[in-house]
């Protein structure tokens, strides 16, 4: 193969961001070429360069600037590697150099503005604005959480250094300039992106609206026509290539497909995308087809390749989100909760999103419903239900409540276990959870009086006497529709709460009684009720007709409260 063949070999893989094939390629093309190359030596500068191996290509770009020192793309390259070296001084010089050459190089500023902003933060205080970098205490799990610096985290050696820095930034500043990893987590925690230096491949891709694209397209004409000379054609390796250009051109036309809900086609031509150029978009599309068509299993093998792929190429990380949202989608269709649970977490973690949280929620309770579902047994629970009696009589009361827990867990339904657990947490003096379970044992059975006994008693202890007589006038209205049989418990425990209600406060006359009382909300709006009003007026002339009006359960509530302040007296 002559040099230009080899030379168009190492532009496709590296389109392809087959990086060690096209540094291959390129040397190979650097071999058979009759005389040297500059571009060659550009090109493998760049692929070495998206590799992080900084010193060769800073020395292909001294080759290429030796060999044509004329041209500002390849002190671009010098620049780019200075700077993954953290050689800042260098690759400032090196971008200053290109803008010497060609004023309005894009590429040349923007390395120079990174080259810069990075000087300037170093040389802000003594320790070069490390204090004030390195003063976040999660310093270290954020940087194993974030993408771009997470594998960087799983050398030990390095951590060290990392802590060493934070204990003293001044003393241990200057191991910056020899190690060019912590080059790369200090930019990224400044928002630079090393693996997007001026002149690489980008890390990942998005597409462009036609807005954007038009913008682009006009700019790179408006630069075209500026240019004094046009540029030789694939003169240096350039990521808006035909690659790209015919990888989209396949995924368009698998959209289409795509939306006739022609999936098979759709998948085919998606792969073709892929093959053509490396964008684990087209892995996400392909597993959307897949999804659509029904085939998950395939489904959950595209997603996962493009998380395998996207992590290699450094993709970016809202991509490899979608793909593990979708894979949580698809394992939600198999009916496996758990996988997408963590499918769905994963995907938050990268890029966090409100579909995708709810999504998380709602599988997350639907698993546990079933979970509980699934552990309903009630033999099992009526085992609980004596070990809870058990406990209960030997005043036992933690482990009854345990016990009487473990029986709702395994009959959730049954009214008895809320409130047998309701009468142990009495006994441990925690009322407000007592009540809680009495109302639910009245949720799921509204005839259990026992439940509302209980309640009455544990609101009585707390002294919501209003809250005590309501529930009491509730089950007595409840148990005269069953025959009455509690009548008597639940008058006597009405009795006993209008009694502490409306008890003498100790050092307290019966006229002083007689007045507070007297001023109580509930008795004035009881006096105030005409129709009461009228009720009581009979009965001062005719007590036997009280009798009769006390048939009226809220005439009868009325009365009885009454009667228990004392303003009615019954002898």
Known sequence: MSADEYKAEGNKHFAAKEFDKAIDAFTKAIDASATPNHVLYSNRSAAEASLK????????????????????????????????????????????????????????????????????????????????????????????????????????????????IQANPKANATQFL???????IMAAMMGIDLDNLPDQPPAGFEEKTKAEADAAQAEAKTAKAKEPEPAAKDEDVEMTDAAKVEADKYKAE?????????????????????????????????????????????AIATCEKAIDEGREM?????????????????????????????????????????????????????????????????????????????????????????????????APEDARGYSNRAAALAKLLSFPDAVEDCNKAIEKDPDFIRAYIRKANAQLMMKEYSQVMETLATARERDQALGGKNAAEIDQLYNKAAAQRFQNIEGETPEQTMERVSKDPEIVKILQDPVMQSILGQARDNPAALQEHMKNPDVAKKVNMLIAAGVIRTR
């Open 53 to 164: 191996q900084f010193d060769k290509a800073l020395a292909d770009a001294k080759e290429c600037v030796k060999i044509n020192p004329t041209w500002a793309k390849g002190y671009n390259r010098v620049g780019a590697a200075e700077l993954g070296l953290g050689n800042l001084e260098d690759a400032k010089s090196a971008y200053q150099k290109a803008l010497e050459i060609e004023p309005t190089n894009a590429m040349a500023k923007e390395g120079l503005d990174q080259a810069s902003h990075l000087i300037e933060a170093r040389n802000a205080t003594p320790d070069m604005g490390l204090g004030a970098i390195f003063s976040d205490p999660n310093l270290i799990e954020n940087l194993k959480a974030n993408p771009k610096t997470s594998k960087l985290m799983e050398d030990p050696e390095l951590v060290a250094k990392l802590q060493q």
């Open 178 to 184: 020899t190690d060019p990893r912590l080059m790369s």
């Open 254 to 298: 698998a959209n289409t497909l795509y939306k006739q809900r022609k999936f098979d086609d759709a998948i085919d031509l998606y792969n073709k995308a892929w093959e053509t150029y490396k964008d684990i978009t087209y892995l996400n599309n392909r597993s959307a087809a897949e999804y659509e068509k029904g085939d998950y299993d395939a």
């Open 314 to 410: 450094r993709a970016d990380y809202k991509l490899i989100a979608k793909a593990f949202a979708r894979l949580g989608n698809t394992y939600l269709k198999k009916d496996d909760l758990e996988s997408a649970i963590k499918a769905f977490d994963k995907s938050l973690t990268e890029h966090r999103t409100p579909d995708v949280l709810n999504k998380l929620r709602a599988t997350q309770k639907e698993l546990k419903k079933r979970e509980a579902d699934a552990y309903v047994d009630p033999e099992k629970a009526e085992e609980a239900r004596l070990q809870g009696k058990d406990y209960f009589e030997k005043q036992d009361w933690p482990n009854a409540v345990k016990a009487y827990t473990e029986m709702i867990k395994r």
